[in-house]
């Protein structure tokens, strides 16, 4: 089958960024998106996004002859619709910037894909695409937060306790994502996939795999030449897994899209409307262990909705932008206890949830200078909740300096951070930053929680080798409460060790290798050891294909993580502990690009072992996926 595929497939145009290396890029390396990251950001030490996989050009996929380029007229390209304003993520030695290829070229299937490579961040996951997951950060799973243009991504759905369930987060109608690593918390931005053609465009994704795994994908977009726009795509998924503790699930997604822009003015309404179907979880024994528990069957509609007006580019020049935004949540039945089918009776209840955001922001951005702030409204749940924020950002040759405060959110959290990075020479940078929050959960409401980390890293011929730490003050951690009935605890202070190897090893060839080490091991929802270590292939391989159209990634990753605790809820205050034991797991990764058509293969677990990430819950054995992306321009 794989032999089928590659004559039918396709990726990689221009490589990605997260780990090649800019400053002795050779003559196949990718050329990231201008509009991605203003170039101000182009320090030495800086490296592009990851290798893409479907990154085709825009003026390739708008050929008629894929030898002779035709180019559009005039009046085919119109004024784009507003996008919204998202920082440039501060880091060393990597991009946690994906443009709508390299997200493709990722192999991330949900958010959580994208967050691993994190070292902070620990993935939480009850089993594939279907089941819940969650993040945390630092050991604090409501600190990773998403944000919609412009909107943030909140949850409604009162069996998560409120945390963020990742896999209702639509990675594919995004053009744009970038992952902040804050202080007190990581940050996840994405702008909703745009077009500002009069040809219309379509593609279609289908891929298929182990759990019986089916995925679709279909999208349209087409531009007037009046700056009339439309867009329509649609997702819907099927898995039944053969394991009892893997249940059927489905889930389909529409996204529309209207809107008008002309000289500088944009006005658009947006619509993403997810349906799912989850199965029961039943729990299942490791290393003679099982935990006594289900995650019952879920039927549930999400509607995300907003109206947007807008003026000015956040990239350029003074800008501002409005918009009344909606959140609809239904639940059509499921158990009436959030957990456990011994004690769940039968009874089908329904639930309606709405909430209304309004955001008014606006900004200007003058060369390396930066300067933006919102006002966020929510209505809903018999109250309301204003929560200002701002942020101050300069980046220019080897300075990059950021500053964000905001306040009170849904999460009961408020924060202040400020991060520098310095690269004073091409082959030695240096980062650092710092945060403060206030929790409203917290024993003491007025108490203050401080974060700090530091980072430096030289260069040794292709490779930085890099190293630095992270700390946190003693926090409230409340408990994932989609995969059990799990306490809140007051954790101590904790400090860990991190350290990261990447770049170019030898030609195409390059690494990406990342670890963190806790200094204490009762941490809960963290491991005291996590490492990511990616050895891959990325090129284009210009010297055979000077026309760009033929590209390949190929990866092998190996993710570990030590034992990971849980605090069980009992009685008067006091808790027990359970835990998921240390864990090994190898990935494969393929993409081959002809023109506008990708190939992408995906080997998970490749030795089959048994594994969990939260305890009761077996991880998928030996899941492979794959399936064809292709763009059109007709």
């Known amino acids: 089958m794989l032999g089928l595929g590659l004559l039918v497939g396709a990726v990689l145009q221009r490589t990605a960024g997260a780990q090649a290396d800019t400053s002795r890029a050779r003559r196949d390396s990718s050329r990231v998106r201008r509009d991605s990251i ?74 959580q894909d994208l967050l691993d490579r994190i070292p902070e961040v620990t993935g939480l996951r009850s089993g594939w695409i279907a089941s819940p997951m969650v993040s945390s950060f ?32 639509q990675l594919w109608v995004l053009e744009e994502l970038r992952i902040e690593r804050g202080a007190t918390e990581v940050r996840v931005y994405g702008r909703t996939w745009r077009v500002d053609r009069t040809t219309p465009y379509t593609r279609t994704d289908i891929s298929t795999g182990d759990q019986q795994t089916n995925m679709y994908r279909g999208f349209f977009g087409r531009r007037w030449k009046h700056g009339e726009g439309v867009q329509a795509g649609a997702q819907q998924y099927g898995t039944t897994p053969p394991l009892r503790g893997s249940p059927s699930s489905d889930a389909t997604t529409l996204m529309g899209r209207l809107g008008w822009s002309a000289k500088g003015w944009s006005f658009d309404g947006f619509v993403l409307r997810n349906s799912r179907n989850r199965g029961t979880i039943f729990p299942q024994s490791l290393r003679g262990v099982t935990f006594q528990d289900t995650l019952p069957a879920l039927q549930s509609t999400r509607t995300d909705a907003y109206l947007r007006a807008g003026y000015g580019d956040p990239e350029r020049g003074p800008w501002f932008q409005a918009i009344a935004g909606s959140i609809g949540y239904d639940i059509q039945h499921s158990n009436s206890s959030p957990f456990g089918s011994s004690t769940a009776d039968t009874t089908k209840h329904d639930t309606t ?178 490492t990511r270590s990616e050895i891959y292939l990325a090129t284009n391989w210009l010297s055979r294909f000077p026309s760009g159209n033929f590209g390949v990634l190929a990866s092998l990753a190996h993710d570990y993580r030590s034992k990971t605790l849980y605090p069980l809820s009992q009685t008067a205050g006091a808790f027990a502990v359970t835990s998921v034991p240390d864990s090994r797991v190898y990935n494969f990764h393929l993409e081959i690009r002809i023109v506008s058509a990708v190939l992408s293969y995906q080997f998970r677990n490749i030795r089959g072992d048994p594994y969990q990430l939260v305890p009761g819950y077996l991880m998928p054995r030996l899941n492979q996926f794959y399936g064809v992306r292709w763009e059109f321009w007709n």
């Open 353 to 530: 949830l709405f909430r209304a955001q309004y955001v008014l922001t606006g900004g200007l951005t003058l060369g390396g200078l930066r300067l933006d702030a919102a006002e966020r409204l929510r209505l809903g749940d018999g109250g309301r909740l204003w929560t200002p924020s701002g942020r101050a950002e300069f980046v220019s040759g080897p300075l990059a300096v950021s500053a964000f405060a905001e306040g009170t959110g849904p999460d009961s959290i408020a924060r202040v951070e400020a991060t520098a990075r310095l690269t004073p020479l091409s082959f030695l940078s240096v980062l650092g930053t710092a945060g403060r929050s206030t929790d409203q959960h917290a024993p003491d409401p007025t108490s203050t929680a401080n974060f700090l980390r530091g980072e430096a890293a030289i260069r040794f011929f292709g490779l930085w080798f890099g190293g630095g730490f992270v700390r946190r003050d003693s926090v409230l951690l409340l408990p994932p409460l989609v995969f059990g009935p799990y306490a809140p605890v007051e954790e101590p202070s904790a400090t860990g060790i991190t350290a990261r190897i990447e770049g170019r090893i030898y030609k195409a060839i390059r690494a990406n290798i990342t670890g963190i080490r806790w200094n204490d091991s009762s941490g809960f929802y963290r491991p005291r050891y996590q």
């Open 138 to 169: 630092m050991g604090d799973v409501r600190r990773v937060r998403v944000f919609f243009d412009g909107v943030e991504y909140d949850e409604l759905d009162p069996r998560t306790g409120g945390i963020l369930d990742l896999t209702q987060v």
């Open 38 to 111: 203003p170039r101000r950001d182009s320090a030495a030490i800086v490296v592009p996004a990851r290798p893409t996989a479907d990154s085709t050009l825009r003026d390739t996929l708008a050929k008629r002859d894929s030898l002779h380029p035709k180019i559009p007229p005039r009046d085919s390209i119109k004024a784009p619709f507003a996008r919204a304003p998202m920082p440039v993520p501060i880091e060393i030695g990597q991009s946690l910037v994906f443009d709508r290829a390299q997200l493709g070229a990722s192999g991330a299937v949900t958010l």
